[in-house]
């Protein structure tokens, strides 16, 4: 009885928890020492691109058709796409690779993602230079010496050639930052060897100008003012805050490991997708009454019970679709609306037996432990299918790009397992709560006998 009613307790505060996360759009904890935020998180649903709209495109390893693509090189490829995308403020978006030299690319609610696309394949060559004594203006492109085997002091048009000290393979890392005066500037840490090469220059080179090089263009040439050996320092400049954001995601994600054309897009429009919604919408809630009447008629108090599971499985699952998040899609709401009829199956078994169990004169306290435990077997067998049946259509929504697969998988499986949760705990809990204090000679009917 006390393990009962430490479980009772702890669904109640999932319920309050669960309530406080749905009807919620941001969520914020603050320090109650400081009073700053310590946990500042967006749980709006997140809407896939069939439904709210934007461009999905198809990516390819920009090669000769002869010239084989490691897998490797397309997830890296696929990865530093996406680390761009996400910090360039390119919300929700998903990718995934197809095959062994494409990658599917969906930017929902975005109306003009070429720029975007355009953005992420720039491989921001960063070059520290060394200037000497003579200041260059950011904007002013140069001739540097990397990647040159024997570098001439000119070109042949009489263009200096610029020692490169250090390139941007040398980061750990880069982040934005404020100076004390507000402007926006990018710090960077440096690797173990970097550190001990940049430290040995900027100790010889002191007073003299060190430029730092995009894309051989002058972005900021600073005076070293003294020897850096820590292996930490900023990037000056003129910096918008995009501008900034922009050069520390170049940087932090580096050069693409292999060139990426876009060979196909097409755009979706967002007309469907709130229909779609709307549709889906009233689909799933005439399932839910439907279900609950059915509980409520068939197996009338157990079942009434069950349905109070039933809305405690839904809010459950919604609160995990918005804390993972997960990215709901059309096939994925229909993956959600599917596990709902689902979510009473384990229930249905466990009554039927209830009713035999009682038939048979057991107490309700006795017929309740007997019906899960015989039931458990079916109830166990059944979701382990479904949840085998998932994993496989996630591996190939994943494998091949197939996005509405994979999240019809997702949503299907986690309503599965939130469903045995809900027939396991939240439903066995609340009947030994409610029944165990009813006669059952009294109220027969109540139990559909």
């Not at 950011?138 to 610029?162: H, K, L, R, V, W």
């Not at 048979?360 to 435990?373: F, K, T, V």
């Amino acid at each position: 009885m006390r393990n009962r009613n430490g479980w009772l307790i702890g669904i109640v505060l999932l319920i309050i928890f669960s309530l406080w996360i749905d009807l919620s759009k941001n969520i914020v904890i603050y320090n109650p020492f400081n009073n700053t935020p310590i946990v500042d998180r967006d749980v709006n649903i997140k809407l896939g691109l069939d439904l709210r709209g934007g461009l999905q495109a198809l990516l390819e390893a920009d090669v000769p058709a002869d010239t084989s693509v490691s897998a490797e090189e397309l997830t890296n490829a696929k990865n530093i796409l996406q680390n761009r995308a996400n910090a360039l403020g390119v919300s929700e978006i998903t990718m995934q690779t197809a095959g062994d030299r494409r990658i599917v690319a969906e930017f929902p609610g975005i109306t003009n993602p070429e720029e975007v696309v355009a953005a992420l394949k720039q491989t921001a060559l960063l070059e520290f230079v060394d200037m000497g004594t003579t200041p260059v203006a950011a904007g002013t492109t140069i001739q540097t010496d990397f990647g040159i085997e024997s570098p001439a002091a000119t070109t042949e048009t009489g263009e200096i050639i610029y020692n490169t000290v250090m390139t941007g393979a040398g980061l750990q890392t880069a982040s934005v930052a404020r100076s004390e005066t507000g402007q926006y500037q990018i710090a960077f840490s440096l690797k173990g060897d970097a550190t001990d090469l940049f430290g040995e220059y900027t100790t010889t080179h002191t007073n003299q100008y060190l430029a730092i090089v995009l894309d051989k263009k002058v972005i900021s040439a600073p005076v070293i003012q003294s020897p850096i050996t820590s292996g930490e320092g900023v990037i000056t400049g003129s910096f918008t805050q995009e501008e900034a954001q922009t050069l520390a995601v170049q940087l932090r994600s580096g050069a693409l490991p292999i060139p990426i054309k876009v060979v196909q897009s097409r755009t979706v429009g967002a007309t469907l997708g709130e229909e779609s919604i709307r549709k889906s919408t009233q689909a799933g809630i005439i399932g839910m009454v439907v279900v609950i009447l059915f509980m409520a008629f068939n197996y009338r108090m157990p079942g009434v019970i069950a349905d109070l599971a039933l809305i405690c499985y839904a809010l459950f699952t919604l609160m995990l679709f918005k804390l993972i998040p997960v990215t709901l899609t059309l096939p994925g709401i229909a993956g959600f609306i599917l596990s709902v009829g689902m979510a009473v199956d384990a229930n249905v078994l466990i009554f039927e037996r209830l009713k035999e169990e009682l038939r048979a004169g057991r107490n309700l306290r006795q017929a309740i432990d007997l019906a899960w435990s015989r039931a458990w077997s079916s109830i166990r067998d059944s979701n382990t299918s479904t949840l085998i049946t998932s994993a496989i259509l996630f591996i190939f929504g994943n494998t091949f790009g197939a996005s509405m697969v994979k999240g019809f998988s997702v949503t299907l499986a986690l309503g599965v397992l939130v469903s045995l949760f809900t027939a396991i705990i939240v439903t066995r809990t609340f009947l030994h709560t409610v029944l165990d204090r009813i006669k059952l000679a009294e109220h027969p009917r109540w139990f559909g006998l």
